[in-house]
Every structure is written in C-alpha cells, then in structure tokens.
C-alpha cells in the first residue's frame, strides 16, 4: 500500500525568505504523480505544484517548485520569497494508478511578518 | 465555469438521521471523487465515479454510506443513521483527465450531535 509522510507538522518562516517543506512516500509503482496543495485556514484545497514521475525535471510554479528525487522517494516543496498569504497548510499527495489521492498528515506554514 | 461547488456547506444533525449531500463537478471532468478529512489531518479516499460508474470504495465506505452519480453529471454521497464519528469535512473533487489533477470543492462540514 502507499504511503505518504511529512515529518514537519509545524514551520514557520520570516516574509520575503525562502522555506522547504519535506515530503516522502512508498509505492511500488514506477509511472504516477505528485502534488502539493495548499489549505488556507477555513478554505477550500487548491493545488499548488504537479510532478509526473517520468519527468526527471523538477517541476516550478511561480515562487513554488519541487525537488522530485525519484529513487529516494522524495519530493520537497520550496516556496520562495513567502508571502503572508502562503501562510496555510499544506499536504503532499500521490496519485494511485486508480486515480485516488493518498495524503500526508499536513504541515502547518506560519509566514512571520 | 466556477469550479468545484458543494452543498450544504455546513450541516448539523442528530444522531440516527439520515444526511445527502451534493457536489457538482466542472462540467468537462469526467471523474469525481469523495474524501473526508477530519481536523488537523490530510483528507481521505472514500470513493470515485468515472462518469455514472462507481469504481473504487473505501473501506472507509461502512454500508451506511452510499455515494451516485447519476447521468455522469452530480454526484450525491448520503450517510444514513448518522454517527458522532461522522463528524468531518466531506470534500469533492474532479478530475481533469488529461492532465491527472484534482480541483477541490470548498466541503461540506457535517456536525453530528
């Protein structure tokens, strides 16, 4: 079965500075994807970043990319020059061959003014 | 095209009434799928609809919930003789096929007491 873990349940990082939010999982599939959403506090899920396994390039949205490592099983989220609004929380998720989502525990982002 | 709605957006019932509510996905996806997410966690697979077909169910998906999309348009997930622990988020998503991402509804918040 997969899985999927983040390990930070809180962060907090200072406006306008760059944090990394760490994200590991298991499968044994080989084709599949990633993504990070985001959950402001009362809001509704938005997705923030796509990753497909077989592309080796590591995907970037804006002040958002990822560091996809494949053999690791890993796939961090760096966001760049935080915003008060990045503050939220956000969850890693793979994509099943079925389609369904599987969802870290979340990690709670803090954007210090 | 406004994206993913749900409704209601906040229900409150007793225990042992039957609840149903509604997600309407954005017109051109043809996969919907259901999750519930309690406080501070990620959200769960329930189940998913590739158009009228209903092809995956959690175990999550005691036989007191039941979930249709008839007509391949809006789907319906009903929760009879409610449980304190039914108490969660109950979120929708549809899925662009092509490009395997999810869009989220804003939930619904069930409340049983």
């Known amino acids: 079965a997969q899985t999927v873990t983040q390990s930070q349940p809180e962060m907090s990082v200072q406006e306008a500075e760059t944090v990394t939010l760490s994200c590991t999982y298991d499968t044994s599939e080989n084709n599949y994807y990633l993504f990070w959403y985001k959950q402001p506090p009362s809001r509704q899920m938005i997705l923030v970043i796509r990753q497909e396994a077989y592309k080796q390039q590591n995907a970037t949205e804006n002040r958002f990319s990822v560091n996809f490592q494949k053999a690791a099983k890993s796939f961090s989220l760096k966001i760049s020059d935080s915003q008060l609004g990045d503050t939220a929380m956000y969850f890693c998720?793979?994509?099943?061959?079925?389609?369904?989502?599987?969802f870290g525990q979340g990690t709670t982002l803090q954007v210090k003014p | 095209d406004t994206g993913v709605s749900q409704n209601p957006r906040h229900k409150i019932t007793k225990r042992g009434q039957n609840v149903t509510f509604r997600c309407d996905p954005i017109?051109?996806?043809?996969?919907l799928y259901w999750y519930r997410q309690t406080l501070g966690q990620g959200p769960e697979f329930l189940t998913y609809f590739q158009n009228e077909a209903q092809l995956e169910k959690s175990r999550l998906l005691s036989d007191r919930f039941s979930a249709e999309r008839p007509k391949g348009s809006f789907s319906t997930l009903e929760i009879q003789r409610t449980e304190q622990g039914d108490s969660a988020m109950y979120l929708c998503a549809s899925e662009d096929t092509r490009g395997h991402e999810q869009y989220f509804g804003p939930g619904t918040r069930l409340t049983v007491t």
């Open positions: 017109s051109e996806h043809n996969r």
């Open positions: 998720a793979f994509r099943s061959h079925t389609g369904k989502l599987i």
